[in-house]
């Protein structure tokens, strides 16, 4: 399984961005799908994470502002993100849970990870 996160960029405070993660491996649509985040200095911190079937769960941080999906049929999950803060400000990293190990919001449920994308809210 191979994971490849695309759509950071430099952004003002408010604005919206789209992360796109495709992922290769014919059981995609099978596997929890996550997104966590890494600011400099910091600790690796969920995001939100979709399951197989809709599902979605989310940081209380992002609630009401990030929103997670997923098209099986392109073998890609997506987070949009809306009235960014500079808070937001981090690496983004998808991450697949081939073992469906149910812990959503923890990195240890996850065993496939992309590499980052850096999202950059200026005030």
């Known amino acids: 399984v191979q994971l490849q996160a695309s759509g950071g960029g430099l952004v003002q405070a408010g604005g919206s961005l789209r992360l796109s993660c495709a992922v290769s491996?014919?059981?995609?649509?099978?596997?929890?799908m996550g997104w966590f985040r890494q600011a400099p200095g910091k600790e690796r911190e969920f995001v939100a994470a979709?399951?197989?079937?809709?599902?979605?769960m989310y940081a209380d941080s992002v609630k009401g502002r990030f929103t997670i999906s997923r098209d099986n049929a392109k073998n890609t999950v997506y987070l949009q993100m809306n009235s960014l803060k500079p808070e937001d400000t981090a690496a983004y990293y998808c991450?697949?849970?081939?073992?469906?190990?149910?812990?959503?919001?923890?990195?240890?449920?996850?065993?496939?990870w992309g590499q980052g994308t850096l999202v950059t809210v200026s005030s």
């Open positions: 991450a697949a849970d081939s073992g469906y190990s149910g812990t959503y919001s923890s990195i240890g449920g996850y065993d496939y």
């Open positions: 979709i399951r197989w079937d809709g599902t979605r």
């Open positions: 491996g014919r059981t995609f649509w099978s596997y929890p």
